[in-house]
C-alpha cells in the first residue's frame, strides 16, 4: 500500500478536482483538456498525473464524490425515526432546493446535461443509475409508511413522482432561465424566513433573435417562482392516510 497523502498533497489533488468541475461546466468535458486543468491550478501538467492518470479519472472521482455526498444526506433524513411525516417529507425537499442552489452541484448539474448522454453512449457514466438510486431510497420510504398504514395503499413509485416531480421541475426551469427571483422564502415549508438561495441569479436573461430580453408577465413570473415550493407543501398537507 502507497503512503496516506500529506495534507499538501490532498489539497492539490481537492484544487484539481475544483478546477476540473469549473472548466467541465464552463467548457464541457470533451472542451477541457489536462493541460487547461493544470494552467487553472498552476501546476505543471506532468504534476496531475500523480493524482488522475487520465482525465476519466477526474471525471469518475467527481461523480463517485457527488454520490456518496447525496447518499449520505439523504440517509441521514430516512434512518431517523419518522414521528412527523410532513416535517420530514418538509426537510427533504428544502434539502433538495438548497442543494441545487449550491455553486458545486450547479456546477455538476451543468456537466453532466452537457456531456451525460454521449459520456453515456461511451460508458463513461450511467445516467440511469445516478437519477435511480436517490429516488429507490425515496421509494423504500413511501413502501415503509403505506405498509404501516400511515399513508394510503397507492403505488410508492407514484408518491415518489408526486413529491418530486416538482422539485426537478424547478431545477430545470432555474437552470435555463434568471429573469425571476428564485424563491425568496420557504413558502410555508416552515413559517418565513430566508430561503434556500435568496437574491441569486445564474445565467443572463434569455434573449430573442433580435436581441432584445425576453419577458413574460408578472402573473407567468411568479407562477414559476413558487410552484415547486407549493405542489411539494400541498404534498405534504393533504391527507394521505388511511
Known sequence: MGRPLRTEGRQTRQAILDAALKL??????????????????????SALYNYFPRKEALFDALIVADTEYKAERLAAVLEDP???????????AMMALESFCAPRQEQLFRMVMADGMRLAREGRINLFE?????LARMRELMQRLVLEGRLRNVDPELLVMEFVG????WRHLNAIRSDHPLIADRDGFAGPGPGP??????????RRIDGRAASGSDNAEETNRVSAARRCRRFATEDRTL
Open 24 to 45: 467541465f461546466a464552463e467548457n464541457g468535458y470533451y472542451g477541457t483538456s489536462l493541460r487547461d486543468i493544470a494552467s487553472a491550478v498552476g501546476v505543471r501538467e
Open 82 to 92: 419518522i414521528a412527523d411525516i410532513r416535517a420530514t417529507l418538509e426537510r427533504l
Open 130 to 134: 445516478r437519477m435511480s438510486s436517490g
Open 166 to 169: 416538482p422539485l426537478l421541475l
Open 197 to 206: 438561495c435568496p437574491g441569486l441569479r445564474r445565467y443572463p436573461p434569455p
